[in-house]
């Protein structure tokens, strides 16, 4: 089982196979704490997503997320010649968190262990990229620091632009796709 799931549930731009792990590393976690922090914030912050955006964009704009985020790792990987396997989960939960925090900036927010310290949604956002940035500028290895940062600025770069670019046009795509598939249907019946 091992093998297959690092095959298919990690993301490596010198593995053999490309495409299906960046969608599916989306859903793979390195250990049960990475895990349990992980799904903490999409929790804490797929409500407010949802809420502005709705179930279908959100998993849309989940799963984007994770083969955006891959593919800028991948792109920084490349570059430095570190080919080691990384995980999607954390770049999708970072676009879903700055999606929030930049759709709602001025939301307070704060550290689950330490309830008396507070911030906003806009400075804590600041202040992960800005760790993000310097993790991925000093080689830190501890997290995927290119992912979080892809994941990061397109979850900010959707909410601002994505929104009507992409889900407010796709109608015309949804009608031809329909009128194709009744064609082919009434195709079928004769």
């Given at each position: ?6 095959k ?28 349990v ?51 999607g989960?954390?770049?999708a ?70 929104n ?27």
């Amino acid at each position: 089982m091992q093998r297959t799931m690092i095959k298919y549930f990690t993301a490596n731009p010198a593995s053999k196979t490309r495409c299906l792990p960046m969608v599916l590393s989306s859903f793979s976690h390195y250990s049960i704490i990475h895990m349990v922090a992980n799904m903490y914030v999409l929790w804490t912050f797929s409500s407010g997503i949802v809420s502005l955006l709705g179930k279908e964009q959100f998993l849309a704009v989940y799963l984007s997320a994770g083969v955006i985020s891959t593919m800028v790792s991948y792109v920084c990987k490349t570059a430095t010649g570190r080919f080691y396997p990384s995980l999607g989960a954390s770049g999708a939960v970072m676009a879903v968190l700055a999606a929030v925090c930049t759709k709602v900036p001025e939301a307070k927010l704060g550290i689950i262990f330490l309830p008396v310290l507070t911030f906003t949604a806009g400075n804590a956002l600041k202040a992960l990229v800005a760790i993000d940035a310097a993790g991925l500028m000093l080689g830190w290895r501890l997290f995927d620091h290119a992912a979080h940062l892809g994941g990061a600025l397109f979850g900010v770069w959707y909410v601002a632009y994505g929104n009507k670019l992409i889900w407010r046009r796709r109608e015309p795509l949804v009608k031809l796709w329909h009128d194709f598939r009744s064609l082919g249907s009434a195709g079928g019946e004769r």
